[in-house]
């Protein structure tokens, strides 16, 4: 089992920065592949961002990419989003999600593909 916790969400101008946080629960979080995903109302949750349990791979979505950066401290059991030159098309819930456990490097940009989730963090940017 593994539990999410996301942070860092909030109101940003257009232009600004943001970094957002999920922290993970369990001992086996360094096996997961770790994505990034957000929702707005109405609307199918969209993939943002991937990187594999060893941080080697990253990979992300044509809307954000330049833009937002994915990471993750597998001593801290944490995953980041940093989220540069914000839009206000940026604006959405955003979700962590976990897939796996793995031995190997994998990826995935589809959010059936994910076994756990956090909560939700929102983010607002104005125009």
């Known amino acids: 089992q593994v539990q999410l916790v996301e942070s860092g969400g909030g109101l940003v101008q257009a232009g600004g920065s943001l970094r957002l946080s999920c922290a993970a629960s369990g001992r086996t979080f360094s096996s997961y592949t770790m994505g990034w995903f957000r929702q707005g109302p109405g609307k199918e949750r969209d993939f943002v961002a991937v990187?594999?349990?060893?941080?080697?791979?990253?990979y992300y979505a044509d809307s954000v990419k330049g833009r937002f950066t994915i990471s993750r401290d597998n001593a801290k059991n944490t995953v980041y989003l940093q989220m540069n030159s914000l839009k206000p098309e940026d604006t959405d819930v955003y979700y962590c999600?976990?897939?796996?456990?793995?031995?190997?490097?994998?990826?995935?940009?589809?959010?059936?593909?994910?076994?756990?989730w956090g909560q939700g963090t929102q983010v607002t940017v104005s125009s």
């Open positions: 999600a976990a897939d796996g456990p793995f031995l190997g490097e994998r990826n995935s940009f589809n959010p059936n593909d994910y076994d756990y």
């Open positions: 990187i594999t349990w060893s941080g080697r791979r990253t």
